[in-house]
């Protein structure tokens, strides 16, 4: 199952890397750098009804992208050392897709059902 998700995940970033003209390192980083981080933030000003840490975020974006000189790059570099994150958990009986589907896929799932909740609660 898990080498299914891997393969949908790796597909649509695939895709959006080719809709939009980044690499799919480059879609990679966005994603789970930038975009999921700023969307708990948003659901988590909601919780707590203040705007300070998507503020915040923006903000340290912003400057990222300022004194970022190659984008590329950098996502290559951040991508290779996410890959060796990843593999880490090879020593405990894992592998590289089953690691990345638990923990890019079904944790933030899993963050984004608690958040919500609190939302609605």
């Known amino acids: 199952m898990h080498k299914?998700?891997?393969k949908i995940v790796e597909r649509a970033l695939r895709l959006i890397g080719h809709k939009t003209g980044f690499t799919y390192n480059e879609v990679n980083i966005i994603v789970y750098f930038f975009l999921i981080p700023l969307?708990?933030?948003?659901?988590?000003?909601?919780?707590?009804?203040?705007?300070?840490?998507?503020?915040a975020f923006v903000v340290f974006t912003l400057g990222?992208?300022?004194g970022c000189r190659n984008f590329r790059k950098?996502?290559?570099?951040?991508?290779?050392?996410?890959?060796?994150?990843?593999?880490?958990?090879n020593?405990?009986?894992s592998n590289y897709k089953a690691t990345s589907v638990w923990l890019c896929v079904?944790?933030?799932?899993?963050i984004y059902g608690i958040l919500i909740y609190l939302i609605l609660n």
Request: charged share 15%; proline share 2%.
């Open 4 to 6: 299914l998700i891997f």
């Open 91 to 93: 020593r405990f009986g």
């Open 64 to 66: 990222f992208m300022v």
């Open 106 to 110: 079904s944790l933030p799932i899993l």
């Open 39 to 55: 969307s708990w933030c948003v659901l988590l000003d909601l919780i707590f009804h203040f705007h300070y840490l998507k503020i």
């Open 74 to 89: 950098y996502s290559d570099w951040l991508f290779l050392k996410s890959v060796a994150f990843l593999d880490y958990f």
